[in-house]
T-cell receptor
Framework: GDSVTQMEGPVTLSEEAFLTINCTYTATGYPSLFWYVQYPGEGLQLLLKATKADDKGSNKGFEATYRKETTSFHLEKGSVQVSDSAVYFCALKVGTSYGKLTFGQGTILTVHP | GAGVSQSPSNKVTEKGKDVELRCDPISGHTALYWYRQSLGQGLEFLIYFQGNSAPDKSGLPSDRFSAERTGGSVSTLTIQRTQQEDSAVYLC??????????????FGPGTRLLVL
């Protein structure tokens, strides 16, 4: 079946540090890939997405590149801020006729001033 | 426009009681999804509706769980004879459709269910 594996957290960084959250997947078909973020006390929000191999999704300084050869979609940011503290979820969706999102377990990020 | 709304925001019930959770999707969205977020299981897919097609119920954990979507808009998730393991945050999401340019799912704030 489909599955997503994220690096285990929690991740604690100082402000302006470089962030990488690893995400790898297995899929029964050709997936679209997503990163969702959940800020404290808020609902899930789409952060970025990529729908085909070698696509790079980007938003708010975050980037992730769809690597088919390594089945990965690692999230990166060059300089994190305190306001980036949240839970990050990697997810996939297979095909255009099937709506289910399969999520990773989530990675808690805490950024200290 | 308004986002996805869910009610109630919190629900406390006794084991064995039935509960109904409501979701109002974004206007114009044809696809509606239910997920469950719990400490032990993470984010799990439960069910989704797409237009007039038969819903995909493959994620429902037991026959105590059911959902309907009336008039292609509002959806209700019903849990019968609740058990303590049903305690979780139930999330609803909607999207324009399923194709690549329409597939982004927008999530509601969730209903936090506690079964005593």
């Amino acid at each position: 079946g489909d599955s997503v594996t994220q690096m285990e957290g929690p991740v604690t960084l100082s402000e302006e540090a470089f962030l990488t959250i690893n995400c790898t997947y297995t899929a029964t078909g050709y997936p679209s890939l997503f990163w969702y973020v959940q800020y404290p006390g808020e609902g899930l929000q789409l952060l970025l997405k990529a729908t085909k191999a070698d696509d790079k999704g980007s938003n708010k300084g975050f980037e992730a590149t769809y690597r088919k050869e390594t089945t990965s979609f690692h999230l990166e940011k060059g300089s994190v801020q305190v306001s980036d503290s949240a839970v990050y979820f990697c997810a996939l969706k297979v095909g255009t006729s099937y709506g289910k999102l399969t999520f990773g377990q989530g990675t808690i990020l805490t950024v200290h001033p | 426009g308004a986002g996805v709304s869910q009610s109630p925001s919190n629900k406390v019930t006794e084991k064995g009681k039935d509960v109904e959770l409501r979701c109002d999707p974004i206007s114009g969205h044809t696809a509606l999804y239910w997920y469950r977020q719990s400490l032990g299981q993470g984010l799990e897919f439960l069910i989704y509706f797409q237009g007039n097609s038969a819903p995909d119920k493959s994620g429902l954990p037991s026959d105590r769980f059911s959902a309907e979507r009336t008039g292609g808009s509002v959806s209700t998730l019903t849990i019968q004879r609740t058990q303590q393991e049903d305690s979780a945050v139930y999330l609803c999401a909607s999207s324009f459709g399923l194709a690549a340019r329409q597939e982004t799912q927008y999530f509601g704030p969730g209903t936090r269910l506690l079964v005593l």
